[in-house]
């Protein structure tokens, strides 16, 4: 579709062709907003234009813009140079939200002379499909209404017929107001991100209706879109999955799999199927079905198959299945299929009110970020961009990412991507927080919804788990509601039935949350966890919520590196102008309706660490206490500022002396060390939590997002946090108070890992204290425990947590050296097999260790691919040393902590080049 040429233009609500039989309940609308089906006129062009006097003015800014299907009315816009929030008519009237007009995307077709590229004849019927076209929206096809929806969530299918030539077609997008809704039952609860009560009864995507920065509402083609030839034969196939049977109930080499693939035959014809193995030496499967005319389910046996695992666990494992057709009498097969299958068992383990995926028989900590459109206005993306994606978040340790309800269903190449990069999805039906009605049009459309893309999601490997939709029963709770006296059908009836029906190898959940009573509490089931972030508690909070599953957490509003602000606010610290400032604000991730957002989350933190004493459990919207100490002793190198900062922090207190470049900094280091900490905590195996989502993967915009990617998909401090703590292969330091510091080596894979571990201490004299050599021998997965001070033989007291006299020490090390690498303290480059800790807590001058930090982060990349080094000869440690080395570089650390006259090697790489694969990885590390 997109090498189709598209323009859009606006008209009067219901001026042009409107048809009152989209309705909910069967009433006519008034007799003058009915149109007939069928427009001739002339050119659908020439006839909307004429419809609408008032844009005939050849000022007006969006008389025809081009466009693109797929798009939006806000992706059109933006690609025209205009705002889509402040589009203005030459006569002064202001487009106050696009759900106000109808909105037409028109193109010219061309039907070819000759045979098709499907088969020996000449095509003269196509399909049309559009896999989501918000909200309420018709096709025509030269003048003639073919087809129409009042679902913006739904597929939009027709086949067109026409002769060889130029044909037109358009796809308008109404007015909603055209279609209206019950006013009653009135909804039993109100959202706090939705403010249009009304949406609860459209079906339409949410992302852009919740007052997000950088998001617009949805009104458009948005979702995949094809025109094809219709093949002769007209087999359809309407959905493949998998199905592994275990003997045992465990992967095992007598494992059997199986191909199911439902088809759609008009006429007598023979289907095979085809199931290679992957590898050189590829296994194939091959079986012929001779079919009548009918709906069948064609299921085809894979012996012993390679299985499909999560990367940080198991190698992805894929097989080719092609699906091919042929009429009586035909020698050449058809191809109508062709895609990538997986063989994986999936389960969920739900023990003493906890929640744990097991795939193939093997329990799997989930960790990942709640998945942000590549492109938020538009909902699209370049499929390269979209697996871009998915492998940086793999890269960061990631083996889950979600689909919120808040958002709408992905493109094709982004389950794609992750059924090949070994990367689980969790998703979530198109429902959240709203009041979801009983009314049976309402459910006949959410069920039509399902039985499109069910299927659709069932055929990928990767997608482990469905739930009923996003704080479907947090938001009632919040409400004071009592959940026992609530019935909502369509989760506890529509989903988990037609899931057990259409995707029963997928786990399916109520909601998130859900599992405990309330709904809303971490210690039971799947939670939303913002302890640690919106809440402003502790770190030690990992440990008193007893988190078991969070599949949303650790929301903090980062502020990107410096090179990255300077890129898109004109300075590095966004504050050269009112207008900068301004846009900074308004590109912060914000709740609706809040006073705060979560920057200044983020501010509480940073200020928590560099000033003692100060409290944190003050809840989300409580500010940061002032704190009119003086900055601790030895604190040094403060540079006063007129500035106005962030927080409330009053203007004599610690952090209003900081410059904005050093708040900035120490916004970045204070949230890396609260997501590294949270993560290290809580994927400890006694922990007893199963899973951390961060919110989220990239921000929506420029400015201090969720995002652990910024908006052109460059890693910040969040993303170096989490590869560190969550790499397949990790070695931590975890502070068990009086219990002393015990060293974590945790290993998700079967294959065996070995290898030589050092540890190294200072004094706080930057004399070198005691050392040891350690081996690692990890047969499998799993993880191993040591006593710092029992490997360095004796006590030490590193942490001064039992507070006897002055504190010694300064900083421990350790750096395990996988066999076959290297020596340990010589050019390391492996991935997250090294730590470095500051001794002393709250004991130490953290603003002199920021400051440190500062006075190291000056490293030029260069812009070409190599080694940096980072650190000097010192006497003095160094907390958050940032490498940003410019917006064509990435560096593969960042915000770290250095012992004194600790160095490091970090490997730099072209941005176009990132993330690298594995397989180059390896080869640098060489």
């Not at 490997?791 to 090390?813: I, K, M, P, S, Y």
């Not at 176009?912 to 594995?918: D, F, G, S």
């Amino acid at each position: 579709m997109t090498e189709l040429d598209w323009s859009l233009r606006r008209t009067r609500a219901g001026a042009v062709a409107f048809s009152a039989d989209l309705q909910w309940d069967g009433t006519l609308l008034p007799s003058t907003a009915r149109r007939p089906d069928s427009v001739h006129d002339g050119l659908l062009q020439d006839v909307i234009s004429a419809a609408v006097g008032w844009e005939q003015d050849p000022d007006t800014v969006i008389n025809s813009v081009a466009a693109t299907v797929p798009g939006t009315v806000a992706g059109a816009l933006r690609d025209a140079g205009l705002d889509p929030l402040d589009a203005r008519e030459s006569g002064g009237q202001s487009l106050v939200h696009p759900d106000d007009f109808d909105w037409w995307w028109s193109t010219s077709v061309q039907f070819p002379d000759g045979p098709s590229h499907q088969g020996g004849s000449v095509a003269r019927t196509w399909r049309l499909r559009l896999c989501g076209v918000a909200t309420v929206s018709e096709v025509f096809w030269d003048g003639q209404r073919v087809a129409h929806s009042v679902s913006g969530l739904d597929d939009v299918v027709v086949d067109l017929a026409g002769t060889v030539g130029t044909h037109e077609l358009a796809v308008v997008c109404r007015a909603p107001s055209l279609v209206p809704v019950p006013r009653k039952p009135r909804p039993r609860w109100r959202s706090t991100l939705v403010a249009d009560s009304s949406l609860r009864w459209r079906r339409t995507p949410l992302i852009g209706r919740i007052p997000w920065s950088g998001t617009h509402p949805v009104v458009g083609p948005w979702g995949e879109a094809t025109l094809e030839p219709v093949d002769g034969h007209g087999v359809e196939v309407q959905g493949v999955r998998t199905a592994l049977d275990r003997p045992g109930g465990t992967a095992t080499a007598d494992a059997t799999g199986r191909v199911e693939v439902s088809v759609r035959v008009p006429q007598q014809v023979t289907v095979r199927a085809t199931c290679a193995a992957p590898g050189q030496q590829a296994t194939v499967v091959t079986e012929e079905w001779a079919l009548e005319a009918g709906e069948r389910t064609l299921v085809l046996a894979v012996a012993d198959p390679a299985l499909w695992w999560p990367a940080t666990h198991g190698q992805p494992q894929l097989h080719l299945l092609t699906v091919s057709v042929r009429g009586p009498g035909e020698e050449p097969w058809h191809t109508i299929q062709q895609c990538q299958v997986g063989f994986r068992h999936i389960t969920a383990e739900q023990h003493d009110g906890g929640f744990a995926l097991a795939v193939n028989g093997r329990k799997i900590f989930a960790r990942g970020a709640v998945w942000t459109p590549v492109d938020p206005v538009t909902l699209g993306g370049d499929p390269a961009e979209i697996d871009r994606m998915v492998r940086a978040m793999r890269a960061a340790g990631a083996n889950l990412l979600r689909i919120s309800g808040t958002h709408a269903w992905e493109q094709q190449a982004f389950y794609d991507a992750c059924d090949q990069h070994g990367v689980m999805v969790w998703h979530d039906a198109m429902l959240a927080t709203l009041d979801p009605p009983s009314e049976p049009e309402w459910l006949a459309l959410v069920e039509a919804e399902l039985r499109t893309w069910l299927p659709r999601l069932a055929a990928h490997a990767c997608v482990a788990v469905f739930s009923g939709g996003n704080e479907v029963l947090q938001q009632p709770v919040l409400w004071g509601r009592d959940l026992a006296t609530i019935q909502i059908p369509v989760i506890e009836d529509l989903i988990p039935r037609l899931c057990a029906e259409l995707a029963p190898q997928v786990v399916h959940v109520p909601s998130s949350p859900s599992g405990g009573t309330p709904p809303t509490r971490p210690d039971t089931g799947i939670s939303h966890w913002f302890g640690v972030g919106a809440y402003r508690r502790p770190l030690t909070d990992t440990r008193t919520s007893g988190v078991r599953f969070a599949v949303e957490a650790l929301a903090f509003g980062v502020p990107p590196a410096a090179s990255q602000i300077a890129a898109a606010f004109g300075s590095a610290t966004a504050d050269h102008n009112d207008d900068a400032r301004t846009t900074w604000r308004a590109g912060a991730a914000k709740d609706p309706g809040a006073s705060w957002d979560f920057e200044d989350t983020t501010v509480h933190y940073a200020r928590r660490w560099l000033e003692p004493g100060l409290e944190a459990d003050t809840g989300a919207a409580g500010g940061a206490p002032s704190n009119p100490e003086e900055p601790p002793q030895g604190a040094t190198g403060l540079v006063p500022t007129d500035l106005v900062s962030r927080g409330s922090a009053p203007a004599g207190s610690f952090w209003a002396q900081l410059s904005r470049e050093q708040q900035l900094q120490a916004e970045r280091v204070a949230a890396a060390r609260a997501v590294e900490h949270t993560l290290t905590d809580l994927r400890r195996e006694a922990s007893g939590c199963d899973g951390v989502v961060i919110l989220s993967s990239r921000d929506l915009t420029a400015g201090p997002g969720w995002g652990l990617l910024d908006h052109t998909g460059r890693p910040k401090a969040t993303w170096y946090a989490m590869r560190r703590a969550c790499a397949d292969t990790a070695v931590r330091i975890v502070d068990d108070g009086l219990s002393g510091l015990h060293i974590h080596v945790l290993h998700d894979r079967d294959e065996p890992f070995t290898g030589m571990m050092e540890v190294r201490t200072w004094s706080r004299h930057a004399v070198a204290g005691p050392s040891a050599r350690v081996q690692v021998e990890m047969p499998g997965a799993g993880e191993k425990i040591w006593n710092v001070e029992q490997v360095l033989g004796g006590f030490l007291d590193l942490n001064h947590t039992w507070g006897f006299g002055l504190r010694q020490w300064e900083a421990v090390a350790v750096e395990i050296i996988p066999d076959g690498i290297g020596d340990p303290g010589g050019n390391c480059a492996v991935r997250c097999l090294r730590e470095t800790r500051l001794l002393g807590d709250g004991h130490r001058d953290a603003a002199a260790d920021l400051l440190e930090g500062l006075s190291l982060s000056q490293l030029d990349g260069g812009h070409t691919d190599g080694f940096r080094e980072v650190g000097r000869e010192s006497s003095l440690s160094a907390a958050g040393v940032s490498v940003d080395v410019g917006p064509g570089v990435v560096a593969e650390d960042d915000v770290m902590t250095l012992g004194p006259g600790e160095k490091r090697e970090i490997a730099v790489v072209l941005a176009k080049n990132w993330p690298q694969t594995p397989a180059e990885t390896q080869e640098r590390q060489k």
